[in-house]
């Protein structure tokens, strides 16, 4: 155990791109004022029902303080410092997220390399991922402390049985968005997260508080999210943004790959209506969405 933790620990700090700080200034930002504090567990059954059924996908290694977004934030900070930017080089977009990193101790991590064995096969020592695709949701909840409490949680409620079934490690995502559009990075974006059966060794998640009906997503989710692509296509070589919904007819796809056979979830989240407008906001990015068939495969 110790030599495992050791190891996903080196793997995950050799990366240049995942310096050891400590969390931006998202840490300390205060929950959003207007969820209702009474519907905090009702709301976090929702978001974890959704998310468990998901699909059991898994966590990122490493240990320690996640990595800040300091790293991807040079160019806009350092420029007002000296003013002495290359003249060449245009800076990389600022993070637009704040932090509010959920748990993932050395349990979770451990829990993580377990499932990536089961379902991606090999041997993975950790819990990296090299994201080509970003997979849109919604929590199917209203409630984002809620939801982030649900994810918090390392292991996998024993009540999703279908899910408990396929791993321990509890559902999550790299990225949720509440409903006035604040973007909360819940973990570095290249650490596996369990949120989209098949992919989620390549896949960065964007969880959206709402669901689609009582709380549907709001055109500052819309924009959030457009905003998060973008930002997240200039900073790795991202191919596709999908939605959940559409995930189901990328099977086909080389991205895909799941070891389980007859594993599989279909679900309806965020909706076709949702992704129409976020990639009307990002059609300049040329991002590839599901073939043609996207929603009629079983
Ligand atoms: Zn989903």
Redesign the pocket.
Known sequence: MAVLATSLTLAACSRPNEPPGAANDGSSRAPSADQPPGEGAEAAAEAAQ??A??DPTAAPAASGAPAGSSETADGSEGDNAEGSADAGAPAPPAPPYVDRLINYDDARRALTVEYRRLHEGGDPQDVLIEPRLV?L??TGGSSVDAAWRYFNRPKIESGRKTLAKAGDVNVGAQFLVDRDGTIFRLMPENWHAR??VGFNHLAIGV?NVGDGKEHPLTDAQVEANATLVRYLAATYPITHVIG?NEANSMREHPYFHEEVAGYRTR?G??GPAFMTAVRARIQDLELAGPPETAGKRP
């Open positions: 959704e998310a059924e998901e997979v949701h919604h949120h989209c969880e959940h679900k989240d965020p």
